[in-house]
């Protein structure tokens, strides 16, 4: 089992930077793949940025790209999205979610555990 819990969320205005973090305990994190995802009203869940457990491959969502980072500390079992030039579309309940040994995924369906979100409000 691994217990996720996500932290950082609020209200900024566009254009400004917030950084959620993504706390995990139960399992060794230097062997969990760490993705996050993000859901606004009426829409799907979709893909924000993965980063795998060795640390080599990140992935990111075309919408995010070159605006978020993701980053990880094994001996802090915590993950890092770091968002900057936020956009009022950025607006979404942000989930961190884990894949042991994973390879890196876009989809959700390959993340076996998941936190229960912080919400992100980006104004105009």
């Known amino acids: 089992q691994v217990q996720l819990v996500e932290s950082g969320g609020g209200l900024v205005q566009a254009g400004e930077s917030l950084r959620l973090s993504c706390a995990a305990s139960?399992?060794?994190?230097?062997?969990?793949?760490v993705g996050w995802f993000r859901q606004a009203p009426g829409k799907e869940r979709e893909f924000v940025a993965s980063?795998?457990?060795?640390?080599?491959?990140?992935l990111y969502a075309d919408s995010v790209k070159g605006r978020f980072t993701l980053s990880r500390d094994n001996a802090k079992s915590t993950s890092t999205l770091q968002m900057n030039s936020l956009k009022p579309e950025d607006t979404a309940v942000y989930y961190c979610?884990?894949?042991?040994?994973?390879?890196?995924?876009?989809?959700?369906?390959?993340?076996?555990?998941w936190g229960q979100g912080t919400q992100v409000t980006v104004s105009n």
């Open positions: 979610a884990a894949d042991v040994l994973g390879p890196g995924s876009s989809k959700k369906e390959e993340y076996e555990y």
């Open positions: 139960g399992r060794t994190f230097s062997r969990i793949t």
């Open positions: 980063l795998t457990w060795t640390g080599r491959s990140t």
